[in-house]
């Protein structure tokens, strides 16, 4: 008893969740989406009385807040939307959401990039594809019928409790040492120094130039140059292989 | 050079012949297919000249250094504990003379064949086997141990099933060559059991240890005497299976299934007489056994009676032959029994044996090429009801073939005449004196019967088929075509060779004086000639021949009328006695009644003791199967399913840790 | 109970990470399923800038451009199987597309749903697994030479 007393807090939400998740899936049976809504939120809210942050800077935390329950929210309704055109333009405000994150990370490169190639090209992409298979706009049957979805969302949640309370755990042991510190009003909190790299043969960075584009270029094509080039190999056969994977003409367009 | 071909013209013998046989079965078979034989009949050229050359200069070299054999070891073949066999080839007085013989039949018969069997889509298939098969019989010949004979006297069985069997896809072919290995088995369980018998009583298989120390045998002698003849009892079963000897000689006349050649050269001329060649060879053995050897006479009569009597009606003209190869073998295993008779008559009996071998060997081979040339001429028909008066149409193979008869039938002068006017010799002498002298008397009785009787089913084959009217049967076309010099040649070699080899070396003594140089033949006394015993089979011969060209040629109709009158016995002679049929109903057909029972227990109790067994691991997997459905999602979850385990796993050592 | 930094920017990837999860578990649509493995990638992408910034080191975001990477190449390669297999079966149901599994089970047709009828397109020529332990379906040869 005294463990699940300890972790009730965990539980609660994360069995209401489960329940959303469940109750949100698309299903030939008329529900009352509401019900479904209600829960997340309040699963949602309570795991937000769990991120309380120590410090009182207020501007970041509600930041984060919101971007965090946008990403969460907008994942939630992608996964279940019944109509995968929305499910898509879901994962777009999911990938905004993410984006902002990264900003808070102190990785605007990386957010900018991440916009770019997500929301400009991969999301665009898929919906093209959707709206070339698709045409008639509408649900088809099978968007309507999950792949038992009790079972998939049971599953998800105990590996998402397992996640969590290992968290929670590790929290406990070294929780206290971040080391970051933040200016108050200021946008991106930065570290106080920064842990040098094992790996890189470049001198140390100055701690405020974290996230900015020197650094991340110098750690890039200096330390990762092969691993760099091996992406772009990868990339290359990508394409060869996505052109001659793609039907061709004369077996007829969609 | 002429030192260093004393010393290896001995594994030349051999050589030559393997070499041509890989040479065919790993190249011959995409380049040249249609030259397959030039491989073989330039091994064999070679190797004829190695042996004449080893008959001639290398042995008696050896023999002036007081050496009783050439010896060429090859390597060590199995060297464990006491056990300790070497490959080594030795090359005695007798093996001389039989490589000699071996390989001048194999090389006109592979002459001969290089034209017969043109056309024939297995060709190069042919002239490996026929390869293979004289490397294994000159290494069967040029064995120096118990233990390598035995393996090469399975590699020649081995040919021999091949050959047979060369046209599988004819179902009568393919019969007889399981037939022919099934009950060459018989035999060979016989000769493996003396072998073993040998190494327990003497502790060595080496021909030189054994044969060349009398005082060893002496000394076994006079341990457990009857040992000898437990010995000698086994080998000669195996000999009985080799050269198809009454019960197991089955599984010859079948065997004519196979080419032409092949039955010249394996079938009467070479691999059966091996059982002779065995039991000559074991004769220092043999003289300690003189029961046994009544038993070698006794079967040897019986074979060559019954052989005789079976050939003398068949309507094959190579069924004909291959009873009288038979026959003839039993003569041979006739003049080996007569050893028994007295400790001098051994020698001779021993060399009379040798030397009917080996005019045997020519006579017979050119009746059997002469017989493959009809068969050529007539489109592969072979009954004699068929086609007769072939003498103006092929005139080389008539005069082939009557040179051939005439041998065989024994007319005075020719070579037949010699080695069976001598076998009758040595059984007379052996009638004469000695407790067994009536046994003795009633086997030269059954020799001189069969020695009628050769004569005339010989020339009842000749007269049916090249004499009376002119006849051939629809698949010769019109006008038959006699041998190609390429068949011609080697017929008309091996003609003169029947004619007159007997001559050459049986009355001057020239293949018993060098045969007597043999190590381990007892010594024996002079022999003379027996002029009575020439007369009589003379006086039969002539009888036999006489009596053929009265009943075949000038008045037909008598054989009808005795043919109707004598039904019963004719039918019994036309069945091989009903030997074979005995042999199938009442031994074949209960094993295969006891294989059917086996047959059942297997299929029935086995199988599905088996199949519960294979169910177990079934029923495992049909409820696990139903995961693999194929679903990418399905297999997503299992892992999905893995990673919680695997986190709850490092959860619970990590809480262990506080 | 509080949380660091750190720690929330953990759970929010998890968080992420396991609606992918539960996405790619439960949609029958191929694209959604290619876009819930995105979600997940997202997730890690979270966790990795976190950790960047907690380390105070370039290492994390350099790892998050390289998922980017390959999450582009994946969604190109994807998009294109996709469309070949829409092209032959003229759906984007995943049901349709089960044959990687044995021969004789049912095509998996979910808890509630109705199962689905598979209509074999004639021209579709796609090899044929055999199904484990079975013996392979031998063609009868050609007769041994007579």
Not at chain 1, 2 to 8: L, M
Not at chain 2, 445 to 470: D, Q
Request: charged residues 10%.
């Amino acid at each position: 008893m005294d463990w699940s007393k300890e972790n009730g807090l965990l539980i609660i939400p994360l069995v209401l969740g489960c329940f959303a998740v469940c109750w949100l899936m698309p299903s030939t049976r008329q529900r009352p989406r509401i019900l479904g809504g209600l829960a997340a939120l309040a699963a949602i809210l309570m795991m937000q009385a769990m991120l309380l942050p120590p410090a009182g800077d207020y501007v970041r935390s509600v930041l984060f807040f919101v971007f965090a329950a946008a990403a969460v929210i907008s994942a939630g309704l992608m996964i279940t939307d019944r109509n995968p055109v929305y499910a898509a333009l879901w994962f777009a405000l999911v990938t905004l959401a993410v984006c902002g994150l990264f900003l808070l990370n102190a990785a605007p490169f990386l957010s900018a990039s991440t916009i770019i190639v997500y929301a400009g090209a991969i999301i665009v992409t898929f919906l093209f594809v959707i709206m070339l298979a698709q045409q008639s706009g509408t649900a088809t049957s099978y968007d309507q019928q999950p792949i038992q979805p009790l079972m998939a969302s049971v599953g998800g949640f105990i590996l998402l409790g397992a996640l969590l309370f290992t968290l929670q755990e590790w929290g406990h042991i070294d929780g206290t040492s971040t080391s970051e510190h933040a200016e108050p009003g200021q946008f991106i909190a930065l570290p106080k120094e920064i842990e040098p790299n094992p790996l890189s043969q470049a001198p140390h960075d100055n701690p405020h130039e974290i996230g900015s584009l020197r650094v991340l270029g110098r750690s890039l094509f200096g330390d990762y140059l092969f691993s760099v080039e091996i992406a772009g190999t990868v990339l290359l056969i990508a394409t060869i292989g996505a052109i001659a994977i793609a039907p061709r003409r004369s077996q007829g367009t969609l | 050079m002429t030192n260093w071909l004393n010393e290896n013209v001995i594994w030349l013998i051999p050589a030559a012949p393997l070499l041509a046989c890989l040479w065919i079965v790993l190249v011959g078979q995409v380049i040249g297919r249609k030259y397959a034989h030039r491989p073989l009949v330039l091994g064999l050229a070679v190797s004829f000249a190695a042996s004449l050359y080893l008959l001639a200069i290398a042995l008696p070299h050896a023999l002036e250094d007081s050496h009783h054999a050439v010896i060429a070891p090859i390597y060590q073949w199995i060297n464990v504990g006491t056990i300790n066999v070497p490959v080594t080839l030795r090359a005695d007085a007798m093996s001389a003379l039989m490589l000699t013989m071996v390989t001048s039949v194999s090389l006109l018969v592979a002459i001969f064949a290089s034209s017969y069997m043109k056309g024939d889509p297995g060709y190069p298939r042919f002239f490996a086997a026929m390869s293979l098969f004289v490397f294994s019989m000159c290494m069967l010949v040029l064995a120096s141990n118990f233990l390598l004979l035995f393996v090469f006297w399975e590699a020649v069985g081995l040919c021999s099933y091949l050959l047979i069997g060369f046209w599988f896809h004819k179902p009568s072919a393919a019969a007889a060559a399981k037939k022919a290995f099934v009950v060459n088995r018989i035999g060979d369980f016989g000769l493996i059991l003396g072998i073993f018998l040998i190494w327990q009583t003497f502790g060595t298989l080496e021909f030189s240890t054994l044969f060349e120390s009398p005082k060893m045998i002496n000394g076994i002698l006079a341990a457990q005497p009857e040992i000898f003849h437990w010995i000698c009892i086994l080998l000669f079963i195996g000999a009985v299976g080799k050269s198809a000897q009454f019960p197991l000689q089955v599984w010859l006349p079948d065997a004519m299934e196979g080419p032409t050649p092949v039955s010249a050269l394996i079938h009467a001329a070479t691999m059966v007489t091996a059982g002779v060649y065995l039991v000559a060879r074991c004769t220092p053995f043999f003289v300690h056994a003189p029961y046994v050897q009544m038993t070698v006479a006794g079967i040897g009569a019986a074979t060559a009676l019954i052989a005789a009597i079976t050939a003398l009606t068949q309507y094959d003209l190579k069924r004909v032959l291959a009873y009288s190869t038979v026959s003839q073998l039993g003569y041979m295993f006739m003049s080996l029994g007569a050893a028994g008779a007295g400790e001098g008559l051994a020698l001779h009996a021993v060399t009379f044996a040798m030397f009917h071998m080996f005019t045997h060997a020519f006579f017979k081979a050119v009746l059997f090429l002469s017989a493959g040339s009809v068969m050529h001429a007539m489109g592969d028909v072979i009954d004699m009801r068929r086609f007769s008066g072939l003498r103006k149409a092929l005139p080389i193979t008539h005069y082939t073939f009557l040179a051939g008869a005439l041998a065989l039938a024994g007319v005075p002068l020719l070579s037949g005449f010699w080695s069976k006017d001598e076998i009758l010799a040595v059984l007379a002498a052996a009638s004469r004196g000695g407790e067994h002298a009536g046994f003795y008397a009633t086997i030269l009785g059954i020799a001189l019967l069969t020695s009628l009787m050769t004569a005339f089913y010989t020339f009842r084959a000749y007269f049916m088929t090249f004499w009376g009217e002119e006849k051939f049967p629809e698949e010769a076309g019109h006008h038959p075509h006699d041998a190609p010099p390429a068949m011609a040649g080697p017929l008309a070699i091996l003609a003169v060779a029947a004619l007159g080899i007997g001559l050459l070396t049986g009355p001057t003594h020239l293949y018993g004086h060098y045969l007597h140089h043999t190590p381990g033949l007892p010594e024996g006394y002079d022999f003379p000639m027996d002029w009575l015993m020439m007369g009589i089979s003379s006086i039969l011969a002539i009888a036999g021949i006489g009596a053929a060209y009265l009943l075949y040629v000038v008045s037909p109709g008598i054989v009808q009328n005795l043919q109707r009158r004598l039904s019963l016995a004719y039918q019994a002679s036309q069945n091989g006695l009903y030997i074979d049929w005995f042999g199938y109903k009442f031994i074949a057909a209960p094993l295969r009644g006891f294989a059917s029972i086996c047959e059942f227990f297997d299929r029935w109790v086995i199988d599905t003791l088996v199949d519960c067994v294979g169910f177990i691991p079934a029923l495992f997997g049909s409820m696990i199967r139903p995961v693999q459905n194929g679903m990418v999602q399905n297999y997503a979850a299992v892992m999905t399913l893995g990673l919680v385990v695997c986190l709850i796993t490092v959860l619970r050592a990590l809480a262990g840790t506080h | 109970m509080t949380a660091t930094v750190l720690e929330s920017q953990l759970i929010v990837g998890a968080t992420l990470f396991i609606l992918g999860v539960i996405g790619f578990l439960t949609r029958r649509n191929l694209i959604l399923i290619m876009l819930s493995a995105e979600l997940m990638l997202h997730g890690v992408s979270i966790n990795l800038t976190a950790f960047s910034r907690y380390h105070g080191n370039p290492q994390g975001q350099v790892f998050t451009i390289f998922v980017l990477t390959i999450a582009a190449c994946e969604a190109g390669l994807a998009l294109s199987l996709i469309l070949s297999l829409y092209q032959r079966r003229k759906s984007l149901d995943v049901f349709l597309w089960g044959k990687l599994g044995e021969d004789d089970l049912p095509v998996f047709s979910g808890s509630q749903a109705p199962p689905v009828t598979v209509t074999a397109d004639p021209n579709v020529d796609l090899p044929h697994l055999t199904p484990a332990g079975r013996m392979p379906k031998t063609q009868p040869g050609p007769q041994t030479k007579t």
